[in-house]
């Protein structure tokens, strides 16, 4: 006598949702476009609000630079394929892959070697920033503080007066290497796990029948 067993296919509805989610899976490129804005965005906070390495400037006013950074990142596009993300920041690349910089529309670039002058523009001289007045670079009679390197020295020096006395605010060159940061991005196996923990998410909510959004 032949016999009939039924039993409850759990495999082939759940292959069949996934089937289903896999036909557009724009809201899943989206989960890891915003995924991995959040870890840029984290990342480059926690690097502004890093101690400085340089102990002899610890209590020099912050540039903010990395919070800029942050502020120009976002999740410009997200198709069925890719979501990008955008730092669009130009100051931003040469961190990541070190290189040369050269002045662009002046003689000269400036560095800051004051905590007065960090954070500021050389252009900024005899204006007023943040409530004080920001030295001017020469003196009451209009004698340029303008101090040329020594023999061999790549740098000139610009000066400017504070509390009476003239004091190096900025040194001038024609180029600057900048070292590249190997801590510019997040590692790699943030945005691994970021990407990982986005897909079992993703699945498990197709497994339980929910709509994928």
């Not at 001017?136 to 504070?162: S, W, Y």
């Amino acid at each position: 006598m032949a016999g009939l067993t039924i039993e409850r296919d759990e495999v082939t509805p759940f292959l069949v949702r996934v089937e289903k989610g896999l036909r557009v899976t724009r809201p899943l490129m989206a989960r890891f476009g915003k995924g991995l804005e959040s870890i840029l965005k984290d990342h480059f906070l926690a690097k502004n609000n890093a101690p400085k390495k340089d102990a002899r400037k610890a209590d020099w006013p912050k540039t903010n630079f990395w919070n800029q950074v942050r502020d120009r990142t976002q999740l410009v596009a997200v198709t069925n394929k890719f979501a990008r993300v955008e730092i669009a920041d130009r100051r931003f690349r040469i961190h990541v892959t070190g290189g040369t910089v050269r002045p662009v529309e002046k003689k000269s670039l400036c560095f800051p070697i004051h905590r007065l002058s960090y954070g500021k523009r050389a252009s900024s001289q005899g204006k007023t920033q943040d409530g004080e007045n920001f030295p001017a670079f020469e003196t009451a009679t209009g004698i340029k503080l303008f101090r040329p390197g020594k023999k061999g020295q790549k740098k000139n020096v610009l000066m400017g007066i504070v509390d009476g006395k003239p004091v190096r605010l900025f040194a001038l060159a024609k180029s600057a290497d900048i070292p590249k940061d190997p801590e510019a991005l997040p590692p790699d196996e943030a945005v691994e796990e970021m990407i990982q923990d986005t897909a079992d998410a993703w699945l498990d909510e197709l497994a339980d029948g929910k709509k994928s959004t």
